[in-house]
C-alpha cells in the first residue's frame, strides 16, 4: 500500500493487483516522424505472494515464483524492478470519484487526461489530429499516418498531477502509456522492467513548483526578445525591404527571424530549407553587415537549425567522415533518414565527441561567431529505433533525444557566455529539457480554426507544458501548415495576432508554403493588425519582466492554466481555452472562426475588462469579441493596473 496526500493511491491485493510483469515483442515503424507502435505482450501470471528479500525490499511474486518484482521506496521515489526478466510494467494508481488528471508534457488537444489514454513517444504531431476528417485523412492516405491524433505530440512526459493533491513523474525514457480511460484508476504501463516514480504532494500550484525544481533552474528570457515582434521572413534578400515597410509603418520589431539563411528547397510539400547549417550566400548576399545594421536599430537576427544533416551538403561528409553519425545496424555506413524528398544523416549525440562537433562547430563558430541571436532549434523527435548508435538502446534514447539536442544548443550558447542574452526555441521535448531549453514553440499547426490542430490548440499546449516546469511557450502566429487546399484567411492572421501580443514572446511565421498564404504584409488591413498588436506587446514588456521574474523565483509559468491560483474552484478544473497571464491578466483568445463573442469564466475577485474599462462579478459571461478586442481582463488592484489601462487606450 502506498499512501500520498492522506490518500491511498496504490493498493496490491490479490483479487486486484496493482503490479504485473509482462514480456513484450514490440514493432515501431516509423514514416518521416510519425510512429506507430505495437506490442505482441506475454502477460506474467499474477503477483499473489509477499516476500521480503535480504536487503529488507517488499518482493511480490507469483505464486510459482516465476514472476517476482522487488519495491522499494527511498524518500520520494518509488522503484519497482523486475527480478525475473520481464521487460514490461504495469502500474494501476487508485483514483476517488471527482479526481481530475493533468500532465502528460505538452498535449494540443486536451488538458485533463480522464477518460482517454496518451502514449508517451516524441513525434510529428501529425495534419488535423482527428481521424475521420477530410484533412487527417488525406494526410494518412498513403499510409505514413501522417494525420495523428489526439496524443500526438512532439513534446510528451510522464508526469501526472492530481487534484487531490499529488503528483507523480516517471525517469523512465522508455515508451509509456498513461492511461486515464477507466474511472477509478490511472494505468501506466512501462516498456521496461524498471520503474522509478517520482513522487509528490501539494496543491497544483506547488506541484509545479516542485516539478519545475526536479527538473533545474528555469532560463531567462533575454529582454530585447519582449520588446516587441519577432517577424518571420524567408524572401532572401527581399525579406530586408518587407521588414523596413513594416518598420515605417510604426510596428515595434524586435527581431528578424530568416530560416531561410541557410538557403531553400522546393519540395511537394513547400518550401523547406537546406539542412546545412551555415550562411548561404547566393540567397542573403552580405549578411554580415545586414546583421550588423539590423542590430544598430535594435533589431536582432535569428535562424534556424535542427540535428539533422542534408547528404547533399558538405557538412555531411565532413561529420560522416569523423565518425559522428548515427549508423546502419548491418554496416558502418552513417543512417539516412528520410525527410520527405531528401535524406539526412543523424548527428550521435551519444558520442561526445559529436555533441562537442556539433556545439562548437556548428553552432558556436557558424552561429553565434556569425551574428545570429537566436535560432529555431527544430526537430528532435525523429530518430529511428532501427539505427546503431555510439552508446545506448534506441528505444530508451528515442525520448531523450530532444533532451541532448536542447543540452547540445545550452552548451553552445554557455561556450560564448551569452546564456540569457540569445533567444532559442524547440518545440521536442521529454523529461529534462526544461533545464536546457529557455522557450517551447507550440509546432506546426495548420493555419485554421480547427479543433485538434488550429489555433486554439496552442493555448492548450502552453497551459499543460507549463505544469511540467516549462515557463515560457509561444506559437507560429498565423499557423504553419497549408496542405490539400487549407490556406489562411485573414480573419486568422488577425486573431492570432491577439494571441501572441498576450504571448511571451510575438513571433510571426510564413508558413510552409508563403506563396499560397496571406502574410503579415499581404493587405493593409494585416500591415494595420500587425502594427498594433506589435505595440501592445511591446507595451506589455514591463509586466512580462515580471513574470520572468516570477518564473525564476516562484517557479510559475507565465501562460497559466487557471486552477493553479483558483484549486478550490472545480470549475476551473477543466477550462483550456483561456489563460491567466500572470496573476493579474485574464485571456481569453476568439479560436472560432466567425466568431464575435465568447464566453468566458471569471474566478473570484474583481475582474476589468480591459477595452471598456467596465468591472465583472465573478461567474461565466458571455463577452463581445469583435475583431481587434478579444475578451481580456486585469484585477484593478494589481500594481500594474494603469500599464493595463494604458495598453487600451
Not at 193 to 200: I, W
Not at 437 to 461: E, N
Not at 561 to 567: G, I, M, N, T, V
Request: proline share 6%.
Amino acid at each position: 500500500m502506498l499512501r500520498l496526500a492522506g490518500r491511498t493511491i496504490l493498493r496490491h491485493m490479490d483479487k486486484y493487483p496493482a503490479i504485473s510483469l509482462a514480456y513484450g515483442d514490440p514493432c515501431v515503424t516509423m514514416v518521416r516522424g510519425n510512429f506507430r507502435l505495437a506490442d505482441h505482450a506475454v502477460a506474467a501470471a499474477p503477483l499473489s505472494r509477499t516476500e521480503v528479500d535480504g536487503v529488507g525490499r517488499v518482493v511480490l511474486a507469483s505464486a510459482d515464483s516465476a514472476a517476482r518484482v522487488a519495491v522499494s521506496l527511498e524518500g520520494a521515489r518509488l522503484t519497482i524492478a523486475a527480478l525475473s526478466g520481464h521487460d514490461r510494467l504495469t502500474l494501476d494508481f487508485s483514483l476517488e470519484d471527482g479526481d481530475v488528471l493533468w500532465g502528460g508534457g505538452e498535449q494540443m488537444s486536451y488538458l485533463a487526461l480522464n477518460g482517454r489514454t496518451f502514449p508517451i513517444w516524441t513525434s510529428e504531431p501529425g495534419v488535423g489530429r482527428e481521424p475521420g476528417t477530410p484533412l487527417t485523412d488525406q494526410a494518412s492516405a498513403d499510409g505514413s499516418f501522417a494525420g495523428g491524433d489526439y496524443w500526438t505530440t512532439n513534446y510528451p512526459e510522464p508526469t501526472v498531477l492530481c487534484t487531490a493533491g499529488w503528483g507523480l513523474s516517471l525517469a523512465n525514457a522508455e515508451y509509456v502509456e498513461l492511461d486515464a480511460r477507466e474511472p477509478g484508476s490511472l494505468r501506466i504501463h512501462v516498456w521496461s522492467g524498471e520503474v522509478a516514480v517520482d513522487l509528490f504532494e501539494g496543491a497544483p500550484a506547488d506541484l509545479t513548483r516542485q516539478l519545475g525544481a526536479r527538473f533545474g533552474e528555469r532560463q531567462s528570457l533575454p529582454d530585447w526578445a519582449i520588446g516587441g515582434a519577432i517577424v518571420g521572413l524567408k524572401q532572401g534578400e527581399a525579406s530586408f525591404d518587407r521588414l523596413e515597410t513594416l518598420v515605417d509603418a510604426g510596428a515595434a520589431i524586435s527581431g528578424l527571424w530568416c530560416e531561410d539563411w541557410v538557403g531553400i528547397r522546393e519540395t511537394s510539400f513547400g518550401r523547406r530549407l537546406f539542412w546545412d547549417w551555415q550562411w548561404n550566400a547566393d540567397r542573403y548576399p552580405e549578411l554580415p553587415a545586414r546583421i550588423a545594421a539590423l542590430k544598430a536599430c535594435g533589431i536582432r537576427f535569428l535562424g534556424y537549425v535542427n540535428p539533422y544533416l542534408a547528404v547533399d551538403g558538405p557538412l555531411y561528409p565532413e561529420a560522416a567522415g569523423r565518425g559522428l553519425l548515427a549508423q546502419c545496424l548491418d554496416s558502418d555506413e552513417p543512417y539516412a533518414v528520410d525527410f520527405g524528398e531528401f535524406h539526412a544523416g543523424v548527428v550521435d549525440f551519444t558520442n561526445p565527441a559529436a555533441a562537442e562537433w556539433f556545439a562548437e562547430e556548428v553552432i558556436g563558430k557558424r552561429m553565434l561567431d556569425f551574428g545570429l541571436d537566436g535560432w529555431m532549434a527544430d526537430f528532435g523527435e525523429y530518430l529511428p529505433t532501427d539505427l546503431r548508435l555510439h552508446a545506448g538502446d534506441p528505444m530508451q534514447e528515442h525520448n531523450r533525444w530532444p533532451v541532448r539536442w536542447a543540452e547540445v544548443n545550452a552548451r553552445a550558447v554557455a561556450s560564448r557566455g551569452k546564456t540569457g542574452e540569445v533567444l532559442w526555441f524547440m518545440r521536442a521535448g521529454h523529461t529534462g529539457v526544461q533545464a536546457h531549453c529557455p522557450l517551447l514553440w507550440a509546432g506546426d499547426q495548420s493555419v485554421d480554426f480547427s479543433r485538434h490542430d488550429g489555433i486554439g490548440t496552442v493555448i492548450t499546449a502552453a497551459l499543460s507544458s507549463g505544469l511540467v516546469g516549462n515557463a515560457f511557450s509561444h506559437s507560429d502566429v498565423g499557423g504553419y501548415t497549408s496542405l490539400l487546399g487549407n490556406v489562411r484567411t485573414e480573419e486568422l492572421i488577425l486573431r492570432w495576432y491577439e494571441l501572441g501580443a498576450f504571448s511571451p514572446v510575438f513571433r510571426t511565421h510564413e508558413g510552409n508554403r508563403p506563396d499560397d498564404n496571406l502574410q503579415i504584409d499581404s493587405t493593409p488591413s494585416l500591415i494595420e493588425g500587425f502594427v498594433r498588436w506589435s505595440r501592445v506587446h511591446a507595451a506589455l514588456a514591463p509586466y512580462v519582466r515580471h513574470l520572468i521574474a516570477e518564473a525564476r523565483d516562484a517557479g510559475l509559468p507565465a501562460q497559466r492554466a487557471l486552477f493553479l491560483r483558483y484549486p478550490d474552484d472545480a470549475v476551473t478544473f477543466t477550462i483550456q481555452d483561456q489563460y491567466l497571464y500572470g496573476g493579474d491578466v485574464m485571456v481569453a483568445p476568439v479560436i472560432e472562426a466567425g466568431a464575435e463573442m465568447r464566453k468566458v469564466y471569471l474566478p473570484k475577485g474583481e475582474w476589468r475588462h480591459l477595452w471598456s474599462g467596465a468591472d465583472y462579478t465573478p461567474g461565466w459571461h458571455d463577452i463581445a469579441a469583435p475583431v481587434g478586442e478579444p475578451p481580456v481582463f486585469y484585477r484593478p488592484g494589481s500594481a500594474f493596473a494603469d500599464l493595463f489601462a494604458g495598453v487600451a487606450a
